[in-house]
């Protein structure tokens, strides 16, 4: 497993990037944004101070040679990590993401955020007090399904019963909450992201 690293750019850090594409002579980056790096003491050893949150941002890089400057604009101002989106769109302007949101300032990651990044719209499903949930993930419809059109998969930590959910939200009606869930009887420890593959993609 490699080690967690940031980047950091202008006192500016990440951890997670949502997509990148060309735009001509210019390189745009959706990234979770930190005003401070999450998880490590201050450069002099101290610990931190305040609380250390992300909000999805857009990075705008020159890549002309006219100049060394980043340009950043905040895209949403809900807090939140590990933002996923439709990976068809892989390196390409993508119009639809999501990631795991915090709905409070007190409260953990217990939301899916569903953003609209052309409308500017933003959906949301929250689960109740006590539970939590993971990384989003983006499943098509249908292999020729349009952008953004499909299911986001995500698992539930539920507090009070100390087990698991599965959850499938429908990307047409995510404040509605669960199209399904697969109840199990155990934990599920969050961990590190991943995708699985086919792996006949792999030989």
């Not at 750019?9 to 990037?17: G, I, M, P, R, T």
């Not at 439709?86 to 899916?112: C, Y």
């Not at 949301?124 to 986001?152: I, Y």
């Amino acid at each position: 497993m490699s080690s967690l690293r940031w980047v950091r750019v202008d006192s500016c850090y990440v951890y997670h990037v949502l997509n990148a594409w060309d735009d001509g002579p210019r390189i745009v980056a959706d990234v979770m944004q930190y005003d401070r790096p999450a998880l490590f003491p201050n450069a002099d050893g101290s610990e931190p101070t305040g609380d250390a949150e992300a909000r999805l941002a857009r990075w705008t890089i020159d890549a002309s040679g006219a100049s060394d400057g980043v340009t950043r604009r905040v895209l949403d101002d809900m807090t939140g990590e590990f933002p996923r989106f439709d990976e068809r769109r892989t390196g390409l302007r993508h119009r639809f993401g999501t990631f795991a949101a915090r709905s409070q300032p007190e409260a953990g990651l217990d939301s899916v955020a569903w953003l609209d990044l052309e409308a500017g719209g933003r959906t949301c499903f929250t689960v109740p007090p006590g539970d939590t949930l993971s990384e989003p993930v983006f499943v098509p419809r249908s292999a020729d399904a349009p952008e953004g059109n499909g299911w986001l998969l995500t698992v539930a930590w539920r507090g009070e019963e100390r087990r698991s959910d599965l959850l499938i939200l429908d990307t047409d009606d995510i404040a509605n909450g669960p199209v399904a869930a697969v109840q199990l009887s155990h934990r599920v420890p969050f961990g590190f992201h991943g995708n699985w593959i086919d792996g006949a993609v792999c030989r």
